[in-house]
Each structure stands twice: as structure tokens, then as C-alpha cells.
């Protein structure tokens, strides 16, 4: 796989709100991103890569004295469904085409939260992704939301590299 610079994009989302059932307050940092998938390839599930994103994720934040993020395998679906929706349908962002945002795709699970906030990057591999998120601060603001004690993670190959989905909770 080849990579044409910049391969990185990045996105970060956060919401923090009473209740899930009043309109939320967001703070974007970036618009939809078209990735150029090859028509032809599939989507590959890393979960080894996702393992390595959630080994970085509680890195940094027990180096800050944070707990470390709990894996929450419902989460991890809703990041997941949402890695291999942008991958198969060639767009890179927090809302699909149909405009779900990641607070939608959470409602749609009926996963219910107070503090929910994603993190997107697109790179070559965990590394690299890892290292972008941490030092772009509104990526580093949710990995280190003080709210924030679960997570789902997942990580999917496109042909521009890799997307890496993080969604948080409370």
C-alpha cells in the first residue's frame, strides 16, 4: 500500500449534555473528507490495530492520572459500523451522507450516555494515528476528558490508509 502525503486527516467530536434527548451542542473541527476507495478491494477489520489505538488511549491518559478508558464492546460496534460505512461508501467524516452524526448513530443502538464525544484519523497505521491525535489538542481534549470512562475503538483498511474510529462515554 501506498501512501500520497498527506495521508492524515483528523476529526474530533464532543458532546456534553444532560440527556440524551436534548439537542446537542457540538464542537467540530473538520468537514466530510471523500477517501478514494478502490472499487474493486474490501474492507479489511483490524482489530489488532484497534487494540493497539486503546493500548495508546490509556497510555496517556494514566501518564496524566487519569483512570484508564474501559472497552465497551457496544460502543465498539457503533465505531466499527461507522469504520466500514466511511470505508465502503468513500467519505471520511463525523455525519454520513444521510446525516448521522456519531450521537445519531449511538440513539440508533439505543446506547444512552451523558458525555459522548469520536475521534477520527485517517493514517498508515496505529502509530502514526495515535501520534496525530495526541497532538492535535481538541483530539488530545477527548482523550483526556476527565467525563469520559469508556470507549469503543475500531480501525478498518482503505485504500488511503486506515480509518481509526474512538468513541467515548461516560
Known amino acids: 500500500m501506498t501512501f500520497a502525503p498527506p495521508v492524515l486527516a483528523l476529526f474530533a467530536l464532543f458532546l456534553a449534555s444532560t440527556s440524551c434527548v436534548h439537542a446537542p451542542s457540538y464542537r467540530y473541527s473538520a468537514a466530510i473528507r471523500v477517501v478514494r476507495l ?3 478491494s474490501s474492507v479489511v477489520v483490524r482489530d489488532a490495530d484497534a487494540q493497539q489505538m486503546l493500548a495508546a488511549l490509556n ?6 492520572g487519569l483512570e484508564p478508558l474501559v472497552l465497551d ?4 460496534a457503533i465505531a466499527k459500523s461507522h469504520a466500514e460505512d466511511m470505508a465502503e461508501r468513500n467519505y471520511f467524516g463525523h ?3 444521510e446525516g448521522l452524526d ?4 449511538m440513539a ?11 475521534n477520527l484519523a485517517l493514517d498508515e497505521d496505529p502509530a502514526a494515528a495515535s501520534q496525530a491525535l495526541w497532538t ?9 476528558e476527565p467525563h469520559f470512562t469508556h470507549v469503543g475503538v475500531a480501525a478498518v483498511s482503505a485504500t ?4 481509526f474510529v474512538e468513541d467515548f462515554s461516560d
Not at 456519531?102 to 448513530?105: G, L
Not at 440508533?108 to 469520536?118: I, L, Q, S, T, V
Open 160 to 163: 488511503d490508509g486506515e480509518i
Open 108 to 118: 440508533r443502538a439505543h446506547y444512552r450516555y451523558a458525555y459522548a464525544g469520536e
Open 102 to 105: 456519531p450521537f445519531a448513530r
Open 136 to 144: 492535535s489538542s481538541e483530539h488530545r481534549s477527548n482523550i483526556l
Open 38 to 40: 478502490d472499487p474493486s
Open 73 to 76: 464492546d457496544q460502543l465498539s
Open 95 to 97: 455525519v454520513s451522507p
Open 59 to 64: 497510555s496517556e491518559r494514566t501518564s496524566h
